[in-house]
């Protein structure tokens, strides 16, 4: 798609404005106030290639967000929908329960231990990476009753973590709003403050002293429970929704340590670094990141966002566990294995693998996205960039020589997101924090474009909290 000068509507706009009408009342939307969609309707998304995507007006936008932190290989990929078709025509469905198997899940299974760190083992399929960290919650608990400490039942996750929107999910995430609505957490989960520099680092302390200090916070943690309470710790590499949260080096290590001295088990939340988004297969690997996981969960990436698919992937301390009891793991979903998004995630795996780009992101398109998304810092409301992999961040300061965040109020995320819209970039608010998050296949030409657009939408974003009286 290239820009149109006077671009025509994608779609008729009667039909829009049904589409619009019907959507505000009829579809409840995730984590949107319907009052708010009733004043605002919905941008009706109607097409995508490559990095871009476009509305039902025309409007061609770079879409730095990957859907939701999902779309690694980018829209309109032939080789995927080629598979998503020939599967659906040989055999749409069979289920992996009862001793069946079918092709695609059995290939999908092989190649993930394949790809994944030394140690994996085996994979339990689910439809999402809600689904994934309740089947990790359930399998957890269930190892520790297997080894007859029953009373190994607590998680332990980061505060500000999002994990998902199930029971388990949600209660396992450190989301206060999420929590704040139908009492969660459930029992047996708890939380540690994340190891986020710019809230929690102190003046002067250095990189290797805030990481030892941050990952010292589960060693408290446990020491409170007591060592024989605690099943698992449960981490992202870096925190996706919480706001692009990169550990300083050497948190991996420590967190590692700490768990293996107390026997916990070491979780790692690849729903969003997985698959390619730091460069590595699993985020975990990473050098700056650095751990080796007892079980990693994984999602969207997976199958680049084309169809639903997640799971675990279980090291073989867990799944000689669960094999060796002579007794079934009470848990599985209908779709578990889906043969079809099995088959659109081998297709998948093979385009990052036959393209090269994973190394790409190593080699040369995360460092470009680095150094010119730091640029942006000259502009005056942008400043404390940072990022790994195909992710960013930066915050909105209302004065940033005196670190001054803006009021709540201010909406300032809110309004830089809704001016990246319509500059032509798909930029996420985290608070006051903006990240992106491209998809892995972003020429330089497409990074410098992102880049552009949010140099512009930040001006606005100035020009329109100035207007409002939100500037010194
Ligand atoms: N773990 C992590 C780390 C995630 O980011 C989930 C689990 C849950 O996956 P499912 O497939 O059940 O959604 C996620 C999902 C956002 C945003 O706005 C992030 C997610 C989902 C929706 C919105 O940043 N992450």
Known sequence: MTRRSTPPPALARPLLQRLQAGDVVHHL??????????????????RGQGVRIEDAEGREILDAMSGLWCVNLGYGRAD???AATRQM??????????????????????????IAPPGMQAVFFTESGSSANDTMVRMVRRYWELQGQPGRQVLIARRNAYHGSTLGAASLGGMSEMHAQGGLPLPDFSHVEQPHRLLLGTPGESDAAFALRAAGWLEQRIAELGAERVAAFVMEPVQGAGGVIVPPPGYGREIQRICRRHGVLLVSDEVI??????????????????????????????????????????????????????EEFAHGFTYSGHPVCCAVALANLRALQREGVLQRVRDSAAPYLRRRF????????????????????????????????????????????????????VMRAVGQRMVIAPPLVCSQADIDEIVRRIGLALERTLQGLRRDGWLH
């Open 80 to 82: 995927l929908v080629e």
């Open 89 to 114: 025509l040989q055999l749409p469905y069979y289920n992996t329960f009862f001793h069946t198997t079918t092709e695609p899940a059995a290939e999908l299974a092989d190649e993930l231990v394949r």
């Open 374 to 425: 730091a640029e942006l810092q000259q502009h005056p409301l942008a400043g404390d960039a940072e990022g790994l992999g195909m992710t960013a961040a930066l915050v909105l300061w209302r004065d940033k020589a005196r670190r001054e965040a803006f009021p709540p109020e201010a909406q300032a995320g809110r309004r830089c997101r809704e001016a990246c819209f319509d500059c032509g970039v």
């Open 29 to 46: 939307h995730p984590f949107t106030d319907p009052a708010e969609l009733r004043k605002h309707p919905p941008r009706v998304i109607v």
């Open 273 to 326: 670094c997985g698959f390619g988004r730091l460069g590595e297969w699993f985020g975990c690997g990473h050098p700056r990141i650095d751990f080796e996981p007892d079980l990693i969960t994984f999602a969207k990436g997976v199958t680049s966002g084309y169809l639903p698919l997640g799971g675990v992937l279980v090291g073989a301390r867990v799944a000689e566990a669960l094999a060796g009891q002579g």
